[in-house]
């Protein structure tokens, strides 16, 4: 016991200025109460209001940062006041994905539904927030904001990710979304869809191992599509449960075709679902 007991509590004292997953969680959910009303669990009436819990925040956030030099480059309090200053293109960014996704969802009644409800906006709006702090060159907690969302939603997007304007998730869950992948603009992905990379070996980390997606492709529930060299070009759509490891041109069409023969040799139908890759 004496020697589980040394071992704890050496690893308590090297982490006794970490910031706990509880602490940056609280930070992420306030920081989005405060942004969309629609999530907040009160209205904030008075613009001094907002000005407050934003000043509040941000000092929260400098002295998480200032306590925890390793966990980024540069100094603590200018980081927290720059993210705080470029939060309002995100906010932007984020309202376009809502209005992509009511564009994109003919069952969303009203924008609002989107943002009380949809697992897309949360895990979009998570990814938003963590990109911004991971090229700023604040590492781990961005990962801890995408992973509160993955572990909410089913959706696994690294902040690391470049993903373009007008981004929507449809139902989401099972959707992944590796590090060196970039998005273009007015893109939709549906459930169980993986960008991902092929086996690399570790030192190989920093190149690009994840695909390009252009502007204005669909990828339907189920695709796979792997590999940093692998370009889907802007337009195209790829069907259901598709597997990709090579690029295609734009305005593709890549699905499955199925193919049914019915043998009714008895008073029992027998159906017989054979399957091929086609591309138009």
Not at 244 to 265: A, C, E, F, H, R
């Amino acid at each position: 016991m004496k020697t589980l007991v040394d071992k704890i509590f050496k690893s308590h004292q090297e982490c006794s200025k970490c910031p706990s997953p509880k602490l940056i969680h609280d930070f992420f959910e306030e920081l989005l109460g405060v942004l969309f009303p629609e999530y907040a669990v009160e209205i904030l009436h008075e613009k001094t209001q907002i000005e407050s819990r934003l000043e509040d925040l941000k000092d929260r956030f400098s002295t998480i940062l200032t306590n925890n030099p390793h966990l980024h480059r540069g100094e603590g309090q200018k980081l927290a006041e720059t993210f705080f200053y470029d939060l309002g293109q995100v906010y932007d960014l984020i309202h376009q994905d809502v209005d992509a996704m009511f564009a994109g969802d003919p069952a969303a009644k009203s924008r609002t539904e989107i943002l009380r409800s949809y697992p897309g906006f949360y895990s979009i709006a998570a990814y938003r927030i963590a990109n911004l702090l991971f090229k700023a060159g604040i590492f781990m907690i961005p990962r801890m904001i995408t992973e509160f969302a993955h572990g909410r939603t089913g959706i696994d997007i690294h902040p690391g990710a470049n993903i373009g304007n007008h981004f929507c998730i449809d139902h989401g869950t099972g959707v992944v979304i590796g590090e060196t992948t970039r998005i273009g603009n007015h893109v939709k992905i549906y459930q169980g869809v993986t960008l991902g990379a092929l086996s690399v070996n570790k030192e190989d980390a920093d190149k690009k191992r994840h695909p390009t997606i252009e502007d204005n492709v669909v990828i339907y529930a189920g695709a796979t599509i792997l590999g940093g060299e692998t370009i889907i070009g802007k337009g195209s759509v790829v069907g259901g449960n598709v597997w990709l490891t090579k690029s295609i041109p734009p305005n593709s069409k890549i699905y499955y075709q199925t193919k049914m023969y019915v043998d009714g040799t008895d008073s029992t139908d027998m159906y017989i679902l054979k399957t091929g890759n086609e591309i138009i």
